[in-house]
Protein backbone atom coordinates (compact mmCIF):
# COMPACT_ATOMS: atom_id res chain seq x y z
CA UNK A 1 0.00 0.00 0.00
CA UNK A 2 2.76 2.69 1.22
CA UNK A 3 4.40 2.05 -2.73
CA UNK A 4 1.31 1.66 -4.72
CA UNK A 5 1.53 5.54 -5.36
CA UNK A 6 4.85 5.46 -6.83
CA UNK A 7 6.40 5.34 -9.92
CA UNK A 8 8.77 2.15 -9.47
CA UNK A 9 5.65 -0.04 -7.68
CA UNK A 10 5.32 -1.81 -10.60
CA UNK A 11 9.15 -2.67 -11.19
CA UNK A 12 9.36 -3.77 -7.55
CA UNK A 13 6.87 -5.80 -7.41
CA UNK A 14 8.30 -7.44 -11.09
CA UNK A 15 11.63 -8.25 -9.09
CA UNK A 16 10.21 -9.77 -5.91
CA UNK A 17 7.98 -12.65 -8.19
CA UNK A 18 10.59 -12.80 -11.06
CA UNK A 19 14.44 -12.30 -9.11
CA UNK A 20 13.39 -13.74 -6.07
CA UNK A 21 10.89 -15.55 -6.74
CA UNK A 22 8.76 -14.16 -3.42
CA UNK A 23 5.22 -13.75 -3.08
CA UNK A 24 5.09 -10.93 -0.90
CA UNK A 25 7.01 -8.28 1.61
CA UNK A 26 7.39 -9.25 4.91
CA UNK A 27 6.39 -6.62 7.85
CA UNK A 28 8.47 -3.27 7.27
CA UNK A 29 10.41 -4.80 3.78
CA UNK A 30 7.98 -2.80 1.51
CA UNK A 31 8.55 0.71 3.66
CA UNK A 32 12.24 -0.27 3.71
CA UNK A 33 12.43 -0.29 -0.08
CA UNK A 34 10.55 2.80 -0.85
CA UNK A 35 11.91 4.81 0.93
CA UNK A 36 15.47 4.26 -0.01
CA UNK A 37 14.05 4.44 -3.75
CA UNK A 38 13.17 7.85 -3.11
CA UNK A 39 16.65 8.89 -1.57
CA UNK A 40 15.82 8.97 1.81
CA UNK A 41 17.72 7.73 4.69
CA UNK A 42 16.33 4.90 6.79
CA UNK A 43 17.31 2.64 9.40
CA UNK A 44 16.07 -0.75 9.66
CA UNK A 45 15.82 -2.83 13.03
CA UNK A 46 14.74 -6.22 12.10
CA UNK A 47 15.25 -9.41 13.95
CA UNK A 48 17.62 -12.03 12.47
CA UNK A 49 15.48 -14.12 9.70
CA UNK A 50 13.45 -11.25 9.52
CA UNK A 51 14.68 -10.69 5.45
CA UNK A 52 17.33 -7.64 5.89
CA UNK A 53 19.18 -8.70 2.43
CA UNK A 54 16.18 -7.99 0.64
CA UNK A 55 15.49 -4.48 1.71
CA UNK A 56 18.83 -3.66 -0.20
CA UNK A 57 19.05 -6.17 -2.75
CA UNK A 58 15.70 -5.36 -4.15
CA UNK A 59 16.03 -2.01 -4.77
CA UNK A 60 20.11 -2.11 -5.81
CA UNK A 61 18.00 -4.10 -9.34
CA UNK A 62 15.34 -1.01 -9.64
CA UNK A 63 15.93 1.02 -12.64
CA UNK A 64 13.39 3.35 -11.85
CA UNK A 65 14.13 4.60 -8.64
CA UNK A 66 15.32 7.99 -7.59
CA UNK A 67 18.63 7.20 -7.64
CA UNK A 68 21.03 5.36 -10.08
CA UNK A 69 23.77 3.14 -10.36
CA UNK A 70 25.35 0.87 -8.12
CA UNK A 71 24.60 -0.57 -4.43
CA UNK A 72 27.74 -0.26 -2.38
CA UNK A 73 27.19 -2.58 0.40
CA UNK A 74 29.64 -2.87 4.29
CA UNK A 75 29.42 -5.77 5.58
CA UNK A 76 31.56 -7.05 8.48
CA UNK A 77 32.46 -10.84 8.00
CA UNK A 78 33.82 -12.27 4.99
CA UNK A 79 32.03 -15.44 5.17
CA UNK A 80 29.09 -13.75 5.02
CA UNK A 81 29.69 -11.58 2.36
CA UNK A 82 31.08 -14.87 0.13
CA UNK A 83 27.32 -16.48 0.86
CA UNK A 84 25.68 -13.34 -0.32
CA UNK A 85 27.96 -12.67 -3.60
CA UNK A 86 26.98 -16.59 -4.27
CA UNK A 87 23.66 -16.86 -3.76
CA UNK A 88 22.96 -13.23 -5.90
CA UNK A 89 25.11 -14.75 -8.31
CA UNK A 90 22.78 -17.82 -8.92
CA UNK A 91 20.08 -15.46 -9.18
CA UNK A 92 21.82 -13.91 -12.17
CA UNK A 93 22.29 -10.68 -10.15
CA UNK A 94 25.82 -8.73 -11.17
CA UNK A 95 27.17 -9.22 -7.48
CA UNK A 96 30.96 -8.79 -6.45
CA UNK A 97 33.12 -7.83 -3.40
CA UNK A 98 36.22 -6.47 -2.34
CA UNK A 99 38.16 -7.59 0.98
CA UNK A 100 41.31 -8.47 1.92
CA UNK A 101 40.91 -12.50 1.36
CA UNK A 102 41.10 -11.37 -2.76
CA UNK A 103 44.30 -11.02 -4.59
CA UNK A 104 45.36 -7.85 -5.63
CA UNK A 105 44.86 -7.86 -9.24
CA UNK A 106 40.98 -10.13 -8.96
CA UNK A 107 40.56 -6.90 -6.85
CA UNK A 108 41.63 -4.29 -9.13
CA UNK A 109 39.40 -6.08 -11.72
CA UNK A 110 36.05 -5.92 -9.61
CA UNK A 111 37.21 -2.40 -9.22
CA UNK A 112 37.27 -1.30 -12.50
CA UNK A 113 34.25 -2.66 -13.37
CA UNK A 114 32.54 -1.06 -10.36
CA UNK A 115 34.18 2.18 -11.46
CA UNK A 116 32.34 1.40 -15.37
CA UNK A 117 28.95 1.36 -13.64
CA UNK A 118 28.49 -2.41 -14.90
CA UNK A 119 27.64 -3.92 -11.26
CA UNK A 120 24.40 -3.98 -9.12
CA UNK A 121 26.00 -4.45 -6.28
CA UNK A 122 29.09 -4.15 -4.11
CA UNK A 123 30.12 -5.75 -0.83
CA UNK A 124 32.95 -4.12 0.78
CA UNK A 125 34.38 -5.03 3.78
CA UNK A 126 35.13 -1.55 6.65
CA UNK A 127 38.63 -1.62 6.24
CA UNK A 128 39.03 -1.51 2.38
CA UNK A 129 37.06 1.59 2.78
CA UNK A 130 39.03 3.17 5.92
CA UNK A 131 42.17 1.96 4.27
CA UNK A 132 42.35 1.39 0.43
CA UNK A 133 43.07 4.92 -1.01
CA UNK A 134 41.85 2.74 -4.83
CA UNK A 135 38.64 1.94 -2.82
CA UNK A 136 38.22 5.64 -1.64
CA UNK A 137 39.15 6.89 -5.03
CA UNK A 138 36.52 4.45 -7.46
CA UNK A 139 34.14 5.45 -4.53
CA UNK A 140 34.68 9.65 -5.19
CA UNK A 141 34.67 8.89 -9.17
CA UNK A 142 31.13 6.61 -8.92
CA UNK A 143 30.07 9.73 -6.81
CA UNK A 144 30.96 12.36 -9.72
CA UNK A 145 29.81 10.34 -12.45
CA UNK A 146 26.13 10.06 -10.96
CA UNK A 147 26.13 5.66 -10.82
CA UNK A 148 26.49 5.63 -6.82
CA UNK A 149 23.30 4.56 -6.03
CA UNK A 150 22.72 4.14 -2.35
CA UNK A 151 25.43 2.91 0.51
CA UNK A 152 24.41 0.14 2.70
CA UNK A 153 25.65 -0.82 6.18
CA UNK A 154 24.65 -4.32 7.25
CA UNK A 155 24.99 -5.30 10.74
CA UNK A 156 24.98 -1.76 11.82
CA UNK A 157 25.08 -2.72 15.43
CA UNK A 158 29.21 -3.03 14.69
CA UNK A 159 29.48 1.26 14.91
CA UNK A 160 28.43 0.88 18.68
CA UNK A 161 30.85 0.82 21.41
CA UNK A 162 28.13 -0.15 23.24
CA UNK A 163 27.10 -2.90 21.10
CA UNK A 164 28.41 -6.75 21.62
CA UNK A 165 30.06 -6.72 18.35
CA UNK A 166 31.67 -3.05 18.47
CA UNK A 167 34.40 -3.11 15.27
CA UNK A 168 36.58 -0.11 15.55
CA UNK A 169 36.68 -1.06 11.02
CA UNK A 170 33.16 0.45 11.33
CA UNK A 171 34.25 3.99 12.85
CA UNK A 172 34.80 5.20 9.55
CA UNK A 173 31.25 4.60 8.39
CA UNK A 174 30.19 7.29 10.82
CA UNK A 175 31.30 10.09 8.38
CA UNK A 176 30.26 8.30 4.90
CA UNK A 177 27.13 10.81 5.24
CA UNK A 178 29.21 14.13 4.88
CA UNK A 179 31.94 12.25 2.16
CA UNK A 180 28.78 11.08 0.06
CA UNK A 181 26.40 14.28 0.09
CA UNK A 182 23.08 13.51 -0.98
CA UNK A 183 23.76 9.54 -1.10
CA UNK A 184 20.83 7.29 0.68
CA UNK A 185 22.38 5.27 3.38
CA UNK A 186 20.64 2.41 4.66
CA UNK A 187 21.82 0.44 8.10
CA UNK A 188 20.28 -2.47 9.12
CA UNK A 189 21.12 -4.48 12.24
CA UNK A 190 18.89 -7.60 14.37
CA UNK A 191 19.46 -5.92 17.53
CA UNK A 192 19.70 -2.55 18.68
CA UNK A 193 18.62 -0.94 22.28
CA UNK A 194 18.36 2.43 22.63
CA UNK A 195 21.89 3.51 23.13
CA UNK A 196 23.29 1.60 19.65
CA UNK A 197 20.37 2.64 17.75
CA UNK A 198 21.31 6.20 18.78
CA UNK A 199 25.02 5.32 17.33
CA UNK A 200 23.57 3.95 14.43
CA UNK A 201 21.32 6.91 13.73
CA UNK A 202 24.29 9.45 14.20
CA UNK A 203 25.73 7.69 11.06
CA UNK A 204 22.58 8.91 8.51
CA UNK A 205 21.51 12.41 8.23
CA UNK A 206 19.33 14.09 10.59
CA UNK A 207 15.81 12.48 11.08
CA UNK A 208 16.28 9.01 8.81
CA UNK A 209 12.84 6.84 8.76
CA UNK A 210 13.76 4.00 11.64
CA UNK A 211 11.68 1.36 10.85
CA UNK A 212 11.05 -1.20 13.86
CA UNK A 213 9.79 -4.58 14.08
CA UNK A 214 8.41 -6.63 16.86
CA UNK A 215 11.45 -8.93 18.58
CA UNK A 216 9.22 -11.42 19.63
CA UNK A 217 10.23 -14.64 18.44
CA UNK A 218 6.90 -16.16 18.80
CA UNK A 219 8.12 -19.75 17.85
CA UNK A 220 10.87 -20.14 20.39
CA UNK A 221 10.26 -21.35 23.56
CA UNK A 222 12.53 -20.42 26.28
CA UNK A 223 13.95 -22.07 29.56
CA UNK A 224 16.26 -20.94 32.22
CA UNK A 225 18.25 -24.28 34.31
CA UNK A 226 20.49 -24.30 37.04
CA UNK A 227 23.55 -25.33 35.80
CA UNK A 228 25.12 -28.05 38.45
CA UNK A 229 28.38 -30.16 38.28
CA UNK A 230 26.29 -32.71 35.73
CA UNK A 231 25.39 -29.92 33.02
CA UNK A 232 26.98 -31.96 30.10
CA UNK A 233 25.06 -35.02 30.90
CA UNK A 234 21.90 -32.73 31.18
CA UNK A 235 22.76 -31.73 28.01
CA UNK A 236 23.55 -35.08 26.32
CA UNK A 237 20.00 -36.07 27.51
CA UNK A 238 18.61 -32.91 25.43
CA UNK A 239 20.41 -33.79 22.52
CA UNK A 240 19.47 -37.48 22.27
CA UNK A 241 15.82 -36.45 22.91
CA UNK A 242 16.02 -34.29 19.83
CA UNK A 243 17.46 -37.35 17.63
CA UNK A 244 19.00 -36.16 14.81
CA UNK A 245 17.36 -32.90 14.50
CA UNK A 246 20.43 -30.24 14.35
CA UNK A 247 21.11 -28.10 17.50
CA UNK A 248 23.71 -25.10 18.54
CA UNK A 249 25.54 -25.38 22.21
CA UNK A 250 27.01 -21.97 22.83
CA UNK A 251 30.22 -22.14 25.48
CA UNK A 252 32.46 -19.58 26.98
CA UNK A 253 35.81 -20.84 25.95
CA UNK A 254 37.38 -22.57 23.41
CA UNK A 255 38.30 -25.54 25.98
CA UNK A 256 34.83 -25.90 27.18
CA UNK A 257 33.94 -26.05 23.05
CA UNK A 258 36.49 -28.92 22.88
CA UNK A 259 35.63 -30.96 26.02
CA UNK A 260 31.63 -30.81 25.47
CA UNK A 261 32.42 -31.94 21.90
CA UNK A 262 33.85 -34.69 23.39
CA UNK A 263 31.81 -35.52 26.13
CA UNK A 264 28.68 -35.76 23.77
CA UNK A 265 30.11 -38.24 21.25
CA UNK A 266 31.20 -40.50 24.17
CA UNK A 267 27.22 -40.08 25.14
CA UNK A 268 26.62 -40.97 21.63
CA UNK A 269 25.35 -37.21 20.02
CA UNK A 270 27.24 -36.33 16.75
CA UNK A 271 28.63 -33.02 17.30
CA UNK A 272 31.61 -31.24 16.42
CA UNK A 273 33.80 -28.44 18.08
CA UNK A 274 34.30 -24.59 16.54
CA UNK A 275 36.10 -21.53 17.46
CA UNK A 276 38.37 -19.34 16.07
CA UNK A 277 41.28 -21.15 17.43
CA UNK A 278 40.51 -23.47 14.54
CA UNK A 279 41.85 -22.58 10.85
CA UNK A 280 39.68 -21.11 8.19
CA UNK A 281 39.68 -24.61 6.81
CA UNK A 282 38.46 -26.85 9.47
CA UNK A 283 36.19 -24.35 10.47
CA UNK A 284 34.58 -24.49 7.31
CA UNK A 285 34.08 -28.11 7.39
CA UNK A 286 32.89 -28.14 10.42
CA UNK A 287 29.94 -25.55 9.86
CA UNK A 288 29.43 -27.47 6.54
CA UNK A 289 28.99 -30.41 7.88
CA UNK A 290 26.65 -29.22 9.69
CA UNK A 291 24.63 -26.64 7.94
CA UNK A 292 24.03 -30.21 5.24
CA UNK A 293 23.02 -32.31 8.85
CA UNK A 294 25.65 -34.42 8.82
CA UNK A 295 27.02 -33.46 12.31
CA UNK A 296 23.67 -32.80 14.43
CA UNK A 297 25.21 -30.21 17.27
CA UNK A 298 28.08 -27.81 17.08
CA UNK A 299 29.88 -26.94 20.37
CA UNK A 300 30.72 -23.25 19.68
CA UNK A 301 32.28 -19.98 21.22
CA UNK A 302 29.98 -16.84 19.89
CA UNK A 303 32.66 -16.87 17.16
CA UNK A 304 29.85 -19.04 15.50
CA UNK A 305 26.50 -17.65 14.08
CA UNK A 306 27.08 -14.22 11.96
CA UNK A 307 26.73 -15.76 8.05
CA UNK A 308 25.09 -18.71 9.68
CA UNK A 309 21.41 -19.23 7.99
CA UNK A 310 20.43 -22.74 8.40
CA UNK A 311 16.16 -22.64 8.71
CA UNK A 312 15.70 -26.01 10.75
CA UNK A 313 17.83 -25.34 14.18
CA UNK A 314 15.71 -27.01 16.50
CA UNK A 315 17.11 -25.77 20.08
CA UNK A 316 20.00 -23.97 21.03
CA UNK A 317 21.75 -24.06 24.65
CA UNK A 318 24.08 -21.77 26.38
CA UNK A 319 26.09 -24.03 28.67
CA UNK A 320 27.16 -21.05 30.37
CA UNK A 321 25.45 -17.17 30.92
CA UNK A 322 25.99 -15.44 27.51
CA UNK A 323 27.53 -11.77 28.32
CA UNK A 324 24.56 -9.35 27.49
CA UNK A 325 21.22 -9.81 26.23
CA UNK A 326 21.88 -8.87 22.53
CA UNK A 327 23.87 -11.71 22.11
CA UNK A 328 21.83 -14.01 24.04
CA UNK A 329 18.67 -12.81 21.05
CA UNK A 330 20.80 -13.11 18.70
CA UNK A 331 22.28 -16.51 19.42
CA UNK A 332 18.72 -18.07 20.48
CA UNK A 333 17.68 -16.09 17.23
CA UNK A 334 19.50 -18.55 15.41
CA UNK A 335 16.62 -21.49 16.68
CA UNK A 336 13.78 -22.02 14.33
CA UNK A 337 13.85 -19.40 11.37
CA UNK A 338 12.10 -21.48 9.59
CA UNK A 339 8.40 -20.66 11.98
CA UNK A 340 8.59 -24.03 13.57
CA UNK A 341 8.75 -24.31 17.56
CA UNK A 342 12.03 -24.53 18.42
CA UNK A 343 13.40 -24.26 22.16
CA UNK A 344 16.10 -22.52 23.98
CA UNK A 345 18.12 -23.49 27.05
CA UNK A 346 20.22 -20.98 29.46
CA UNK A 347 22.14 -23.07 32.08
CA UNK A 348 23.46 -20.87 34.72
CA UNK A 349 24.91 -20.43 38.58
CA UNK A 350 25.28 -17.48 39.87
CA UNK A 351 29.28 -17.99 40.88
CA UNK A 352 29.44 -18.14 37.00
CA UNK A 353 28.10 -14.49 37.06
CA UNK A 354 30.89 -13.05 39.93
CA UNK A 355 33.16 -14.86 37.74
CA UNK A 356 32.98 -13.73 34.55
CA UNK A 357 32.12 -10.36 35.77
CA UNK A 358 35.27 -10.11 37.67
CA UNK A 359 37.09 -10.94 34.60
CA UNK A 360 35.48 -8.18 32.31
CA UNK A 361 36.00 -5.73 35.12
CA UNK A 362 40.00 -6.83 35.03
CA UNK A 363 40.19 -6.69 31.06
CA UNK A 364 43.32 -4.26 31.14
CA UNK A 365 43.12 -3.31 27.30
CA UNK A 366 39.49 -2.03 27.59
CA UNK A 367 39.16 1.57 28.92
CA UNK A 368 37.54 1.55 32.31
CA UNK A 369 34.07 3.50 31.22
CA UNK A 370 33.66 0.29 28.75
CA UNK A 371 34.52 -2.27 30.96
CA UNK A 372 32.10 -1.03 33.58
CA UNK A 373 29.54 -0.99 30.80
CA UNK A 374 29.92 -4.25 30.15
CA UNK A 375 29.10 -5.18 33.43
CA UNK A 376 26.24 -3.16 33.50
CA UNK A 377 25.10 -5.51 30.50
CA UNK A 378 25.90 -8.46 32.34
CA UNK A 379 24.29 -7.75 35.35
CA UNK A 380 20.97 -7.60 33.02
CA UNK A 381 21.64 -11.59 31.75
CA UNK A 382 21.90 -11.97 35.88
CA UNK A 383 18.55 -10.45 36.53
CA UNK A 384 17.07 -12.29 33.38
CA UNK A 385 18.39 -15.73 35.15
CA UNK A 386 17.10 -14.80 38.64
CA UNK A 387 14.04 -13.58 37.95
CA UNK A 388 11.76 -16.62 37.94
CA UNK A 389 8.55 -14.90 37.95
CA UNK A 390 8.65 -12.89 35.20
CA UNK A 391 7.25 -14.35 31.49
CA UNK A 392 10.91 -14.59 29.52
CA UNK A 393 9.55 -13.25 26.71
CA UNK A 394 8.28 -9.96 28.24
CA UNK A 395 11.72 -9.60 30.01
CA UNK A 396 13.36 -10.26 26.42
CA UNK A 397 11.15 -7.59 24.54
CA UNK A 398 11.61 -5.38 27.32
CA UNK A 399 15.59 -4.84 26.96
CA UNK A 400 15.09 -3.70 23.28
CA UNK A 401 12.10 -1.29 25.03
CA UNK A 402 9.20 -3.40 23.79
CA UNK A 403 6.37 -4.20 25.81
CA UNK A 404 4.71 -7.12 25.32
CA UNK A 405 1.46 -8.10 27.24
CA UNK A 406 2.68 -11.63 29.17
CA UNK A 407 -0.64 -13.34 28.36
CA UNK A 408 0.20 -13.49 25.06
CA UNK A 409 3.34 -15.70 25.54
CA UNK A 410 0.71 -18.65 25.78
CA UNK A 411 3.06 -20.80 28.25
CA UNK A 412 6.37 -20.64 26.26
CA UNK A 413 8.58 -20.01 28.39
CA UNK A 414 9.19 -21.71 32.12
CA UNK A 415 8.55 -19.34 34.32
CA UNK A 416 4.84 -18.54 32.47
CA UNK A 417 4.25 -22.62 32.68
CA UNK A 418 5.40 -22.41 36.44
CA UNK A 419 3.33 -19.59 37.22
CA UNK A 420 0.14 -20.44 35.30
CA UNK A 421 0.64 -24.33 35.27
CA UNK A 422 0.09 -23.08 39.01
CA UNK A 423 3.46 -25.76 39.64
CA UNK A 424 4.42 -22.86 41.80
CA UNK A 425 3.24 -20.93 44.01
CA UNK A 426 4.24 -17.27 44.32
CA UNK A 427 5.07 -15.65 48.35
CA UNK A 428 5.63 -12.54 49.63
CA UNK A 429 8.95 -12.51 51.15
CA UNK A 430 9.38 -9.26 51.76
CA UNK A 431 10.12 -9.70 55.50
CA UNK A 432 12.78 -11.58 55.02
CA UNK A 433 14.36 -9.66 52.77
CA UNK A 434 14.52 -6.94 54.92
CA UNK A 435 16.38 -9.19 57.76
CA UNK A 436 19.09 -9.54 55.06
CA UNK A 437 19.48 -5.72 54.58
CA UNK A 438 19.94 -5.88 58.14
CA UNK A 439 22.09 -8.18 58.64
CA UNK A 440 24.36 -6.66 56.44
CA UNK A 441 24.19 -3.63 58.21
CA UNK A 442 25.35 -4.91 61.44
CA UNK A 443 28.09 -6.68 59.74
CA UNK A 444 29.88 -3.35 57.88
CA UNK A 445 31.31 -2.99 54.74
CA UNK A 446 34.09 -5.06 53.32
CA UNK A 447 33.49 -7.79 55.08
CA UNK A 448 31.43 -10.79 53.14
CA UNK A 449 30.57 -12.35 50.04
CA UNK A 450 27.35 -13.73 49.23
CA UNK A 451 28.47 -17.34 49.95
CA UNK A 452 29.81 -15.84 53.81
CA UNK A 453 26.11 -14.21 53.83
CA UNK A 454 23.64 -16.72 53.12
CA UNK A 455 26.24 -18.92 56.12
CA UNK A 456 25.73 -16.54 57.98
CA UNK A 457 21.30 -15.88 57.10
CA UNK A 458 21.59 -20.06 57.25
CA UNK A 459 23.13 -20.35 60.39
CA UNK A 460 26.37 -22.53 59.43
CA UNK A 461 29.19 -22.53 61.44
CA UNK A 462 32.08 -22.50 59.04
CA UNK A 463 35.95 -21.22 60.48
CA UNK A 464 34.71 -17.60 58.77
CA UNK A 465 31.68 -17.53 60.89
CA UNK A 466 33.45 -18.27 64.10
CA UNK A 467 36.75 -16.19 63.46
CA UNK A 468 35.14 -13.30 62.74
CA UNK A 469 32.48 -13.96 65.59
CA UNK A 470 29.58 -13.64 63.25
CA UNK A 471 27.76 -16.20 65.05
CA UNK A 472 27.31 -13.78 67.68
CA UNK A 473 25.69 -11.37 65.66
CA UNK A 474 21.69 -11.31 66.76
CA UNK A 475 19.98 -12.41 63.32
CA UNK A 476 22.61 -15.36 62.92
CA UNK A 477 20.48 -18.27 61.96
CA UNK A 478 17.70 -16.27 61.16
CA UNK A 479 16.64 -18.06 57.85
CA UNK A 480 17.96 -21.19 59.26
CA UNK A 481 14.48 -22.75 58.80
CA UNK A 482 13.86 -21.80 55.52
CA UNK A 483 17.12 -24.01 54.20
CA UNK A 484 20.04 -23.40 52.39
CA UNK A 485 18.73 -23.67 49.06
CA UNK A 486 16.11 -20.54 49.72
CA UNK A 487 17.99 -18.46 51.31
CA UNK A 488 20.48 -19.11 48.47
CA UNK A 489 17.92 -17.84 46.31
CA UNK A 490 16.80 -14.64 48.26
CA UNK A 491 20.59 -13.38 48.12
CA UNK A 492 20.99 -13.57 44.71
CA UNK A 493 17.10 -12.55 43.95
CA UNK A 494 17.93 -9.80 46.24
CA UNK A 495 21.39 -9.18 43.75
CA UNK A 496 19.53 -8.81 40.72
CA UNK A 497 17.04 -6.29 41.79
CA UNK A 498 18.95 -3.75 43.29
CA UNK A 499 18.36 -4.49 46.92
CA UNK A 500 21.54 -5.82 47.43
CA UNK A 501 24.49 -5.22 45.06
CA UNK A 502 27.92 -6.71 44.81
CA UNK A 503 31.17 -4.94 44.15
CA UNK A 504 35.13 -5.86 43.43
CA UNK A 505 37.48 -4.55 46.23
CA UNK A 506 41.25 -5.65 45.52
CA UNK A 507 43.49 -5.75 48.07
CA UNK A 508 47.63 -6.50 47.84
CA UNK A 509 47.20 -9.75 47.70
CA UNK A 510 44.07 -10.90 45.82
CA UNK A 511 40.51 -9.76 44.19
CA UNK A 512 37.26 -10.26 46.48
CA UNK A 513 33.89 -10.01 45.54
CA UNK A 514 31.60 -8.58 48.56
CA UNK A 515 28.08 -7.48 48.50
CA UNK A 516 26.59 -4.48 50.66
CA UNK A 517 23.22 -2.59 50.26
CA UNK A 518 22.52 -1.76 46.98
CA UNK A 519 20.16 1.59 46.06
CA UNK A 520 17.27 -0.45 46.29
CA UNK A 521 17.71 -1.60 49.82
CA UNK A 522 16.08 1.91 51.43
CA UNK A 523 12.96 1.05 49.37
CA UNK A 524 12.54 -2.27 50.46
CA UNK A 525 13.12 -0.97 54.27
CA UNK A 526 10.91 1.59 54.37
CA UNK A 527 8.14 -0.64 52.31
CA UNK A 528 8.41 1.21 49.05
CA UNK A 529 8.41 -1.85 47.53
CA UNK A 530 7.97 -5.84 48.02
CA UNK A 531 9.73 -9.04 47.02
CA UNK A 532 8.33 -12.27 45.96
CA UNK A 533 9.46 -15.15 45.03
CA UNK A 534 8.12 -18.98 43.68
CA UNK A 535 8.23 -22.37 45.19
CA UNK A 536 7.56 -25.39 43.99
CA UNK A 537 4.11 -26.06 45.06
CA UNK A 538 4.84 -29.28 47.23
CA UNK A 539 6.98 -26.76 49.47
CA UNK A 540 3.97 -24.48 50.23
CA UNK A 541 2.59 -25.60 53.43
CA UNK A 542 6.16 -26.42 54.94
CA UNK A 543 6.65 -22.78 53.85
CA UNK A 544 3.46 -21.46 55.44
CA UNK A 545 3.82 -23.38 58.80
CA UNK A 546 7.52 -21.84 59.23
P1 LIG B 1 18.20 -11.50 8.09
O1 LIG B 1 19.38 -10.93 7.36
O2 LIG B 1 17.24 -10.45 8.55
O3 LIG B 1 18.58 -12.44 9.20
P2 LIG B 1 17.67 -12.76 5.60
O4 LIG B 1 17.72 -11.56 4.76
O5 LIG B 1 18.85 -13.68 5.60
O6 LIG B 1 17.35 -12.37 7.09
O7 LIG B 1 16.36 -13.59 5.26
C1 LIG B 1 16.02 -14.73 6.00
C2 LIG B 1 15.24 -15.69 5.15
O8 LIG B 1 13.94 -15.15 4.84
C3 LIG B 1 15.91 -15.96 3.80
O9 LIG B 1 15.85 -17.35 3.57
C4 LIG B 1 15.05 -15.19 2.81
O10 LIG B 1 15.02 -15.81 1.55
C5 LIG B 1 13.68 -15.23 3.46
N1 LIG B 1 12.84 -14.07 3.05
C6 LIG B 1 13.19 -12.77 3.06
N2 LIG B 1 12.17 -11.99 2.65
C7 LIG B 1 11.14 -12.82 2.37
C8 LIG B 1 9.79 -12.62 1.90
N3 LIG B 1 9.31 -11.41 1.63
N4 LIG B 1 9.03 -13.72 1.72
C9 LIG B 1 9.51 -14.95 2.00
N5 LIG B 1 10.76 -15.21 2.44
C10 LIG B 1 11.57 -14.15 2.63
Redesign the pocket.
Known amino acids: AVMSSKGWYKEVIQI?HAK?G?????PN?AEAINETLSGQDVVVL??????????YQLPALVKSGTTKGTTIVISPLISLMEDQVYHLKNLNIKAEMVNSKLDADTRSEVISTLVKGELELVYISPEMLSISRVMQMALQTMYDKHILARIVIDEAHCVSAWGHDFRPDYMALTKVKNDYPGIPIMA?T?TANNQVLLDIVNCARPNPLVLKQSFNRTNLLYEVRKKGPKVVNEIAEICLNYGGKSGIIYCRSKKDCETTAEKLRSHGVSAEHYHAGLDSETRSKVQKNWQESRTHVVCATIAFGMGI?K?DVRYVIHMSMPQNMEGYYQETGRAG?DGRMSKVYLFYKFGEYLNIRRMILEEQEVQRDIREHKASLLLKVMQYCENTVDCRRKQVLQYFNETFDSRLCEMKCDNCVAMRGQTVVCQDVTELAKDVVRILESIGMDRVTDQQCIDILSGRMTTRTRESNYNKLKLFGCLSSYGLTFVERLVHDLLSQDVLEDYTKRNSRFAQTYIRQGKKASNLMHDKMRIKMNFPKSNETRKASN
Open positions: LFLNSFRQMPTGGGKSLCLADPR
